[in-house]
């Protein structure tokens, strides 16, 4: 699905340079280049603070610890996700009160959402799945309207944009009270292991947070809330700080490559290419299709014995996981997921996609569906 050799490549000389001053410097933990990219990221973002951390999932976990959400608080969310948003709710026992995306965007319903609120809810998670933004202005006015908090999952839409009404933009994850994101290699921005950060304008919540993800600690050995180990190692940190200035050139090269699928599959009734709302850029970190009237475990296999990976992202929604039996999950009536969650798939989507590939995947593709 992604191509990081290649990618890699193409920076070699850098990235080992950059390790390698690392190893030199034996500085492991935290340290200049955590601290460096920590700024580099909010300057990126145009937000005060970014808190590194170890993985998305964390971000997503200490985030809603330095809310102060307590068990038996509802959170909403989308059911269609990948499971750490919604696993993180569970394990801190808050509830998750699971509702409908969009069929076309792949994000949560502003609408949805209002129905699910009641008195017990605290929070709201949007997730801004494959790339593509959810609506958060609306998300927004909603939280403030009910005094909710907003914890934005950006880990797949990292460096994506977002256009409010008024003209003014701002990067996805800088809206809510605390964005997430994930580092993970194959995400828009990759480290080579794994990685994390939560951002946010809130002086005090970035003192939370960063306390939060080193043992609660204020000053060494002195701990004043429960928290958590959770670091972006320097090593990350300094490919990060590599990678970080490329962000938008990787985002630029995916966008090519879905406009490259979007012509090529123009037209055919049995596919649906990727909506692309007015008020967002799309960032695509998948390129998802929903199928009509085809055979997708088929065409998987298909694409299989042609050496064209896919994906099915996700094949079972988080209220139909077992995991969640215990909050009867499975009575929960969500259509629209359930429909989505059957028919999509992901094609091959990143930074080294060349004419070549992409005309073979497609013509595979239009092969599989139009016989
Ligand atoms: C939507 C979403 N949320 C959270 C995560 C968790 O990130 P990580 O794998 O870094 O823990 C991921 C990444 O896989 C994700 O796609």
Redo the contacts with the bound molecule.
């Keep these: 699905m992604v191509d990081l050799k290649q990618q890699y490549k193409k920076i070699k000389n850098e990235i080992d340079a950059a390790v390698m001053g690392v190893i030199e410097s034996t500085s492991f933990i935290g340290g200049p280049q955590v601290s460096a990219f920590a700024q580099n990221l909010s300057q990126y973002l145009g937000i005060k603070h970014v808190i590194p951390c170890a ?6 976990q200490i985030a809603m610890m330095a809310l102060g959400l307590e068990p038996g608080d509802e959170v909403i969310t989308p059911s269609f ?2 499971i ?2 919604t696993e993180v709710i569970a394990l801190l026992k808050l509830k998750p009160v699971f509702v409908e995306v969009d069929t076309q965007t792949f994000c949560i319903e502003p609408e949805a959402i209002r129905k699910a609120i009641t008195s017990k809810t605290k929070a709201i998670v949007p ?1 801004h ?1 494959y790339g593509h933004s959810a609506k958060m202005e609306e998300i927004m006015a909603i939280a403030k309207e009910h005094n909710l908090f907003v914890i934005e ?1 950006n ?2 839409a990292i460096g994506g944009d977002y256009y409010f009404k008024n003209g003014i933009s701002k990067k996805t994850g800088t809206i809510g009270d605390i964005g ?1 994101t ?3 290699p194959s ?1 828009n921005l990759g480290c080579y292991g ?3 950060a939560m951002c946010t304008n809130d002086d005090e919540l970035a003192e939370k947070l960063k306390m939060i993800a080193n043992h609660g600690q204020s000053k060494k050995y002195y701990h004043d809330v429960v928290g958590c180990n959770s670091r972006l190692d320097a090593l990350q940190a300094a490919i990060l700080n590599i990678k970080l200035p490329l962000l938008d050139s990787y985002i630029d090269a995916r966008i090519k490559a879905a406009d490259f699928y979007d012509k090529a599959f123009a037209g055919n009734e049995k596919i649906t290419t990727p909506y692309r709302a007015e008020y967002c850029k799309h960032v695509f970190h998948q390129y998802t299709i929903e199928l009509n009237n085809v055979n997708r475990e088929e065409l998987v296999g298909f694409l299989a014995e042609n050496n064209i990976p896919s994906m099915l992202y996700y094949p079972v929604p988080a209220h139909r996981q077992k995991m969640f039996a215990s909050f009867g999950s499975g009575n929960i009536n969500l259509e629209k997921t359930d429909w989505l969650t059957q028919r999509v798939i992901s094609l091959p989507i990143h930074t080294e996609l060349d004419e070549e590939q992409q005309n073979f995947i497609t013509k595979k593709v239009l092969e599989f569906v139009n016989k």
């Excluded at 993985?55 to 997503?60: C, E, K, S, V």
């Design positions: 993985n998305g999932t964390d971000a997503l996700t990948y750490a948003t997730v799945l999952d880990a797949q997430c994930s580092f993970f995400k794994d990685g994390g």
